[in-house]
């Protein structure tokens, strides 16, 4: 079993800032990569930013120079710095891990349940 979860959601103020954290545990062998993707109200999802194995970062355009994904291996952590944040990046947001469990072969993905972010005044 692999789980990934999200924390660090809530409300901000308009050019405030949060920190997002994605934690992945169970019988994991190794990540190769996560992203971050968001969701608002009738709206698709979306990549925000993503993080690859080799340490390769991108960013949707939309939040260039403002968001920082990072990661700390050694707790399988990745966290996403926002800063300036705008009520246009109102939205749910999702973890999203590839995963090599070590139970089964094979590259997986896995899913968080989504933190909300609200930015208003």
Excluded at 31 to 60: C, F, H, K, M
Aim: proline letters at 3%.
């Amino acid at each position: 079993q692999v789980h990934v979860v999200e924390s660090g959601g809530g409300l901000v103020q308009p050019g405030g800032s949060l920190r997002l954290s994605c934690v992945a545990s169970g019988s994991i062998f190794s990540i190769n990569a996560v992203d971050w993707y968001r969701q608002a109200p009738g709206r698709e999802r979306e990549l925000v930013a993503g993080l690859g194995s080799g340490g390769i970062t991108n960013y949707a355009d939309s939040v260039k120079g403002r968001f920082t994904i990072s990661r700390d291996n050694a707790k399988n952590t990745v966290s996403l710095q926002m800063n300036s944040l705008k009520p246009e990046d109102t939205a749910v947001y999702y973890c999203h891990a590839k995963v090599i469990p070590t139970s089964i072969s094979g590259l997986f993905d896995y899913w968080g349940q989504g933190t909300q972010v609200t930015v208003s005044s």
